[in-house]
């Protein structure tokens, strides 16, 4: 069994970071809500317990706390913000809501290094984000770390591996938050880095072949990273019984189709199903501006062609989804998913009357996981680092009515921004990046002529997991290229800008 470490959800907005930082330490963990039950903790086998922040106060009223069984379990625990506040709390001593509250930048004084300090300086930038402070400390505890305006901003049991910090070590404006995180890890825990693209993928292919044993799996092949990733994995795993299925909506990007074919040209028992379906999303979308009835419209059409194809496979038993751990916590979180801002950009899931068994194998990682395991398979570094695309398509980069002549306009306007970002090598230095066509038109001049054209938006940001979003800062040179080869070479365009905007308050997508 491989290190793992159990991560208790309290409602953090910073919970998904503990993970993705523990996890870049290829060490396996996973994160589950607060009231894990006692059989649920037992079952998962926790070599050490992290509890998260929280918005509550452990001392109001309807404060979450954890199953008791995570102090008994004698594994080195973690508390995090809140989670220290439940230390505290457990060992009776007292938490109050704080003179000063802190929030920001603070500057921790370390005073005992011990096991979770280990190489740091006697001074370290940390992100405090709090409102109660500890006024009456256990006697079984003492103080490692203090700030300003919190004298127990670290704390440790002296006869136990308990350790509390009052700071969040897992967000980036911690300086050397990730250190504190791996000394608690290896130092503290004891565990060994053993989660690692290769031993994912070996535990994987073992799973598949017992899971599907020689049915046959569908799977629902984009083009992207997930799905590519997904269709070679369990390629590995039992050949030919895969049933690849690329549905073109006519909303893809430029020659998708073409690309997912020489994509897989390597492997000859790969047959992907291409399915046309342009004419039939198209005629679906005509006139409908709205961006929910856009999503609606082509999620159900999707779902329609799926069906018609896969009902061919009459000894297919199993779907396979390309669905990622972030997908997985999001429906089993502290409060459950958040606020709907829009529909999901990933098409709806199929329907249940298709009786089939489904087929995660990425369902344990994050994004940054999926392109590891990715190359570890083999597949090529252009298609490792894709941006992300929406499953909507261009139907949702195209604000207003969509047709077939905006598609083909944004589908070449989109391939040059790309092509000149990975010729000028910006592609990788972006998080994601692509082209907008604005339902408005400008007056311009082509040649001698008067022109009455579209208006097209580029678009690019860096993000870590999309949940906020700064605009990418690319050279005006570069950008000057771009606008005037799209203006030259799209018959439609005479007019392009750049978006400055931030997530919050924009989004990353305009619809």
């Known amino acids: 069994m491989h290190s793992r470490i159990l991560i208790l959800d309290f409602g953090s907005q910073y919970t998904q970071l503990i993970a993705r930082c523990i996890r870049s330490l290829q060490v396996y963990c996973e994160i589950h809500p607060y009231n894990w039950s006692a059989k649920q903790i037992s079952d998962f086998h926790p070599q050490a317990v992290i509890l998260s922040g929280s918005p509550y106060s452990v001392s109001q009223a309807g404060a979450p706390h954890p199953d008791d069984l995570i102090w008994q379990l004698g594994v080195p625990i ?45 001074s370290e930038a940390v992100w405090m984000s709090h409102g109660d402070s500890i006024s009456l400390l256990p006697e079984e505890f003492e103080v490692l770390a203090s700030t300003e305006n919190c004298s127990y901003a670290a704390l440790k049991h002296k006869g136990k591996p308990v350790y509390a910090l009052q700071f969040h070590p897992e ?3 911690t300086v050397k938050g990730r250190e504190i995180l791996a000394n ?28 599907v044993g020689d049915k046959q799996v569908l799977l629902g092949l984009s083009g992207g990273v997930d799905s590519s990733v997904a269709a070679l994995l369990i390629y590995k795993a039992i050949g030919k019984q895969l049933i690849p299925i690329f549905v073109d909506t006519g909303l893809m990007r430029y020659k998708e189709a073409e690309r997912v074919k020489e994509l897989f040209s390597p492997y000859p028992e790969l047959q992907v199903r291409f399915v046309d379906a342009a004419e039939i999303f198209l005629t679906r979308l005509k006139g409908v501006s709205d961006p929910e009835r856009k999503r609606k419209i082509i999620g159900s059409t999707f779902i329609e062609v799926f069906e018609t194809a896969a009902s061919e496979y009459k000894d297919a038993c199993f779907l396979a989804q390309g669905t990622l751990y972030p997908d997985v916590i999001e429906s089993v979180s502290f409060a459950g998913p958040s606020v709907t801002i829009k529909s999901h950009h ?13 087929v995660e194998p990425l369902r344990e990682l994050f994004k940054d996981e999926v392109r590891e395991v990715g190359r570890c398979l083999g597949l090529p570094d252009k298609l490792i680092q894709r941006h992300p695309f929406p499953g909507p398509g261009l139907a949702v980069r195209i604000l207003g009515e969509v047709d077939s002549e905006k598609v083909a306009m944004l589908q070449k306007a989109d391939e040059i921004f790309i092509s000149e970002l990975h010729g000028e090598d910006l592609y990788n230095r972006t998080w994601q990046a692509f082209a907008v066509l604005l339902p408005i038109r400008s007056v311009g001049v082509m040649g001698d002529e008067r022109s009455y054209d579209q208006v097209c938006a580029l678009r690019a940001v860096n993000s870590v997991d999309g949940m906020t979003a700064d605009w990418t800062e690319l050279p005006l040179g570069f950008l000057k290229k771009v606008s005037s080869r799209i203006s030259n070479e799209v018959k439609g365009i005479s007019r392009i800008v750049f978006d400055i905007s931030s997530k919050p308050p924009a989004t990353i997508e305009w619809e």
């Open 78 to 122: 973690l508390g995090i913000c809140y989670g220290m506040q439940l230390v505290i709390d457990h060992y009776e001593g007292k938490v109050n809501p704080a003179e000063k509250r802190e929030y920001g930048f603070a500057e921790l004084r370390i005073r005992d290094f011990g096991d979770i300090f280990r190489g740091l300086g006697h």
């Open 346 to 358: 990933n098409v709806g899931g199929l329907p249940e009357k298709m009786h089939l068994k489904l």
């Open 171 to 173: 967000v980036v404006h």
């Open 184 to 211: 608690f890890v290896f130092g503290v825990a004891g565990l060994v880095a053993d989660w690692t693209p290769g031993s994912f993928i070996e535990d994987s292919l073992a799973k598949i072949r017992s899971q």
